[in-house]
C-alpha cells in the first residue's frame, strides 16, 4: 500500500476530488494547511497598507491506496492540479505498513 501526500492550491480541490473520484478512489483525508516553497510568500495590500504574507494557504490531501492504484493516482492529482504556475504544490508517496479498518477489523488492502 502506498500513501500520497499532496499539497494543492485550495481552488483545485472540488476539480481533483472529482478526478480521483472517476479513477477509483474511495476516499481521503484533506486538510487546510500553510506553508511556502520556492513560491517565497507573496505581499499583499490591506486598507492601503502592504504587507507580507509569509505562508501561503494550500490544501493537504492524504490518499492512500493500493499499490497498484499509486502510479495513476499521482498522475491524476498531477493533470489535475497543475496550472503551470509558481505554488502549484507537491505530493509524496510513502510506503504504508498496515492498515486496520476499525469498525469492521479488516487489514491492509480489505481495509482501504
Excluded: C, W
Excluded at 492512500?64 to 492504484?69: E, G, S, Y
Amino acid at each position: 500500500m502506498k500513501m500520497i501526500i499532496a499539497a494543492i492550491k485550495p481552488y483545485k480541490l472540488d476539480e481533483v476530488r472529482e478526478a480521483l473520484t472517476a479513477i477509483g478512489v474511495q476516499g481521503m483525508m484533506v486538510t487546510e494547511i500553510k506553508g511556502f516553497g520556492m513560491q517565497s510568500g507573496h505581499t499583499e495590500i490591506y486598507r492601503g497598507a502592504e504587507y507580507a504574507v509569509n505562508f501561503v494557504p494550500k490544501m493537504r490531501l492524504e490518499i492512500v491506496v493500493t499499490d497498484a492504484l499509486a502510479d495513476t493516482v499521482v498522475e491524476a492529482i498531477t493533470k489535475t492540479a497543475r496550472t503551470g504556475k509558481i505554488g502549484d504544490g507537491k505530493i509524496f508517496v510513502l510506503d504504508v505498513e498496515r492498515a486496520l479498518r476499525v469498525r469492521t477489523g479488516d487489514v491492509d488492502d480489505d481495509a482501504l
